[in-house]
């Protein structure tokens, strides 16, 4: 699991029900919400908040709404120069609504207060930020119950196109709650005020279902496509709209089902859709809240022009989010290849957001498997409301140097490729407990050296498995050469300092031979002119066992004066044979010669019957003794 990414939290004085970014990513966030009609003391309220500063939020402009109507249930934004128009579903007061009148769609002009500057002595008198209501609409048909409880529950907008010179060419689309018959009305959202001209379709969903989430998304020049989910179908309608004349044409006339819902696991149980968000134009991804509260799934579906929708790809949440609450996504800028990252946000029920990652790729149009990006817990005192992303738009790259003219010297790059400053896409989480958090993932290049890299997650986690990964290999490496150094070793006691030299390079063994066998035999000379000496080892029993000498040969003499044994230990069996030819194992002796040898071991202190032969079936025996077996017979004695 990843470190959760800097975030900053501010309480606000009423709960909060619907958020959003700004459209152009400027550093502000909108939020809505209030205690409702005649809840004393628990204001209704927008307040668009300045998050500009990753470590602390602030109140930038508060818009307060009459405490006789209900609160703010939904909002989306228009972006202009100096600020935001701001769409908002508020139901008016229960006696207006009780008469017909529920006029639920607002407008709010909102200027953004200016940045803060340095000081100088020529500064002049800045404006100060505001608000002001615009108008209000009832966008609905006209309920027949004298007592109707239905409100606006969702609102949306197309996608802001910020490289477009129509980036302001949207539509939006709102949805209806607590409705005896559910509605969807898609309208033009180029006015403050859309008027009954600018609504370009009315649904109907079949059985009066309630649309539970909905998504639009921009498929070419003037096109868009439309989807919506009830709790088990996914229906999708795509409009060409002319903006000059109004006139929309619709495919196909009505809205088609693209999926449906299978039976779940028990009798009579399906699962339910909760969410749902475009990934691109032709697939979109569902938040799945499985029956009896069995968890939670993420489904992703792509589109055809025509027939049912292809489930691609389905992930199942950990098991702590038994339901979630929200969920959003945000694709990140592409490439020249179409490539292109997309995170996905869900909130839980258990106050958790699980953030993960999905990359795109276009020559194959396929997506890969979820990766984790963070999982947060208790981001929230109480239950969540709502979720969203801020919108992400490639920054401005520096262009490229220009090459020099002919005869000029062109001037020296360096290969260091200056990117954009630091970016970052935020996540903002708002609940009914009057708090918002807004956490910043860092964004970074994909290829750092590129001057139009697409920007990507930076996964902390992945970065530091991929780390630990390199020391385990390494330490895993050393470990290996150790063992088989060792095995080598093990396997060849006796291999010389000549041998070992064979494993390094060949220029280097000349060099380093003639120091290794000038000491080789050195100590040949050494081991073989001086005899080992035992201190505190009188028994062959015990000197064969004695971890100085279980390398080395053993040779038992008799004495010059025949009074005493001699015992040496040398390093070279072979060598000890050629120094000493009439020395013989044990087994090469004859009887008289054993026996005599025996009695002579026994007298000596130097072995007993009890030991039995195999004692000495590991020494030679010589009747002959040297200049060094005297040296070693006068040291024994010593002892």
Not at 212 to 238: K, R, W
Not at 297 to 303: A, G, K, P, Q, T
Request: proline fraction near 6%; charge should be neutral; hydrophobic fraction near 35%.
């Amino acid at each position: 699991m990843a470190p959760r990414s800097s975030y900053a939290k501010v309480t606000l004085p009423f709960p909060i029900f619907a958020a959003e970014f700004d459209p152009y990513n400027r550093g502000y966030l909108v939020v809505g919400g209030g205690g409702g009609e005649g809840r004393s003391g628990v204001p209704n309220q927008i307040a668009v908040l300045d998050v500009s500063n990753r470590a602390n939020i602030t109140t930038a402009i508060e818009v307060d709404l009459s405490r006789d109507e209900d609160s703010v249930q939904s909002l989306a934004s228009l972006a202009t120069k100096d600020g935001l128009i701001t769409f908002a579903g508020i139901n008016s007061s229960q006696a207006e609504q009780n008469a017909g009148n529920n006029e639920h769609f607002r407008s709010f002009e909102i200027k953004y207060p200016p940045r803060k500057k340095q000081k100088t002595e020529d500064a002049v008198t800045e404006p100060k930020p505001k608000a002001s209501f615009i108008g209000k609409r009832a966008a609905f048909k006209q309920e027949p119950a004298a007592k109707s409880e239905r409100y606006q529950r969702l609102l949306r907008l197309s996608p802001v196109q910020r490289q477009s010179v129509d980036g302001n060419r949207r539509i939006g689309a709102i949805a209806s709650g607590l409705a005896k018959q559910a509605e969807v009305v898609v309208f033009n959202a180029t006015t403050p005020t859309p008027e009954a001209a600018d609504v370009m379709a009315r649904i109907e969903p079949e059985d009066g279902a309630e649309v539970v989430d909905l998504d639009i998304a921009n498929t070419g020049n003037n096109e868009f496509s439309l989807t919506y989910c009830t709790d088990y179908d996914i229906f999708e309608q795509s409009y060409q709209y002319d903006f000059a004349t109004k006139n929309a044409q619709k495919t196909p006339k009505g809205p088609r089902r693209i999926h449906s819902m299978p039976d779940g696991e028990g009798a009579g149980l399906k699962h339910k859709f909760r969410c749902l968000r475009f990934l691109d134009s032709q697939n979109v991804i569902a938040l799945v809240n499985k029956a009896d509260k069995k968890g939670t799934e993420l489904r992703v579906f792509h589109l055809y022009p025509t027939g049912p929708a292809s489930m691609i790809l389905q992930m199942q949440l950990p098991s702590h989010v038994k339901q979630a609450v929200s969920m959003d996504v945000c694709a990140l800028d592409a490439d020249s290849k179409g490539d292109r990252q997309i995170a996905v946000a869900v909130a839980g029920q258990d106050i958790s957001i699980e953030t993960w990652t999905l990359n795109y790729t276009r020559s194959t149009d396929t997506f890969s498997r979820f990766q984790s990006f963070q999982s947060v817990r208790d981001v929230h005192a109480h239950q969540m409301t709502k979720i969203c992303f801020s919108p992400f738009h490639s920054p401005v790259r520096a262009p490229a140097p220009t090459p020099a003219a002919d005869g000029q010297t062109a001037a020296p790059q360096t290969e260091t490729v200056q990117n954009p400053g630091p970016q970052y896409l935020k996540l903002a989480s708002v609940s009914y407990g009057n708090t918002v958090v807004v956490d910043a993932f860092p964004l970074s290049p994909l290829n750092p050296k590129d001057r139009n890299a697409r920007y990507i997650l930076q996964d902390h986690a992945a970065k530091t498995r991929r780390q630990y990964l390199n020391y385990a290999f390494a330490a895993f490496i050393v470990l290996m050469i150790g063992v088989l150094f060792q095995a080598y070793l093990t396997l060849a006691p006796s291999a010389s300092t000549s041998s070992l030299s064979g494993l390094l390079p060949p220029g280097a063994r000349p060099i380093l031979d003639k120091p290794i066998h000038a000491a080789h035999d050195a100590a040949s000379v050494i081991s073989s002119s001086i005899p080992t000496k035992l201190p505190g080892v009188q028994r062959l029993a015990d000197l064969l066992s004695h971890p100085s000498h279980s390398s080395k040969a053993l040779i038992v003499r008799d004495s010059p004066t025949g009074t005493d044994l001699s015992v040496d230990a040398h390093v070279d069996k072979e060598a000890l044979l050629k120094e000493h030819v009439e020395a013989k194992h044990w087994d090469e002796l004859h009887e008289s010669q054993r026996s005599e040898w025996k009695r002579r071991l026994i007298e000596a202190g130097r072995w007993a019957e009890s030991e039995g032969e195999t004692v000495l079936k590991g020494v030679m025996w010589s009747s002959y003794a040297g200049f060094v077996g005297g040296v070693a017979g006068e040291v024994l004695r010593e002892l």
